[in-house]
């Protein structure tokens, strides 16, 4: 797993330029509302800690016109709009680009609020809070952001501890036949509160299992390689040793949490007993 480029910039004049952009009755609704909006703005970008426990929106219900204008400039066709989520998309890291930061799995084709819209439509179209994600994480995430006044998925703008190893595989015997199995392990530099919001990310978005089924869809054909390899001459110790460097390749570029990094790094560490498997 890794962070997401934030694109950053003055949030609050992007959110300017797209009411100068609109039409009325929008435009009066959104320039009579901008400096709460602006006190939000500022609530999110420089105190974040504290919405997981904010009980509403600055927004009430009954201001369903405010509401639904907010939700608007996120939807809108306006130049401004179309400029800003293309930036969102083009401007992450290349993996990024190509997998979606929440599961590494799938493409994000899709811009996730992470704080959801109807719930705070004041965020709607704040660039901090959308990030790209496939349609898969979307749907299952939806709008769960929090429970009990609690985060439970990783923000890849704002949580930075993707340095940390936290996902592991163990080698398993599945019917006589060897699988990996993923689970989550709490190393000591990692608090509680962190770990806790990765476990109930991995938890909601089923990820261990996911990557469960991804990784025992190729084992038995990466024993096979493992097999011929040692046929012809390689040592146990050489095979450990270039598993390894799979295991490094990988997490240099999908982070040290990437599944496929840490399969690699069973696999090195496993190679008698995956030999004397199969
Ligand atoms: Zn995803």
């Known amino acids: 797993m890794l962070r997401c480029y934030y694109i950053g910039g003055d949030e609050f004049l992007e959110f300017e330029n797209i009411i100068s952009e609109k039409n009325n009755p929008g435009k009066n609704i ?27 929106s600055d927004f009430e219900l009954i201001e369903s016109e405010e509401r639904r204008h907010l939700q608007g400039c996120y939807s809108s066709l306006t130049s401004i709009s179309r400029k800003r989520k293309a930036l969102i998309y083009s401007e992450q890291p290349d993996v990024l680009k190509t997998f979606c930061p929440f599961c590494l799995l799938d493409k994000p084709r899709t811009l996730d609020h992470y704080i959801g819209q109807d719930e705070f439509p004041e965020y709607s179209f704040l660039a901090k809070n959308l990030i790209p994600c496939c349609y898969d994480c979307n749907q299952k995430k939806n709008t769960t952001w929090r429970r009990n006044d609690k985060r439970r998925f990783i923000h890849f703008y704002n949580d930075d501890f993707f340095g940390e190893q936290f996902l592991f595989a163990d080698l398993i015997l599945v019917s006589n036949t060897p699988a990996l199995r993923f689970s989550l392990k709490q190393s000591p530099t990692l608090n509680d509160t962190n770990f806790q919001i990765i476990q109930w990310h991995f938890e909601d978005l089923e990820l261990l299992e996911q990557y469960g089924l991804r990784c025992n869809s190729l084992l038995s054909t990466e024993v096979k390689i493992m097999t011929q390899q040692i046929a012809s001459g390689l040592s146990i110790q050489q095979l450990s040793e270039q598993l390894s460097i799979s295991e490094n390749n990988f997490a240099n570029d999908f982070g040290v949490n990437y599944w496929h990094s840490v399969m690699y790094q069973c696999m090195s560490q496993n190679v008698n007993e995956l030999l004397s498997i199969m």
């Not at 320039?31 to 709460?36: A, D, E, V």
């Open 30 to 56: 959104l320039t009579n509302i901008k400096s709460r909006v602006n006190i939000s703005y500022r609530q999110y970008l420089d105190r974040f800690d504290e919405l997981e426990s904010k009980v509403s």
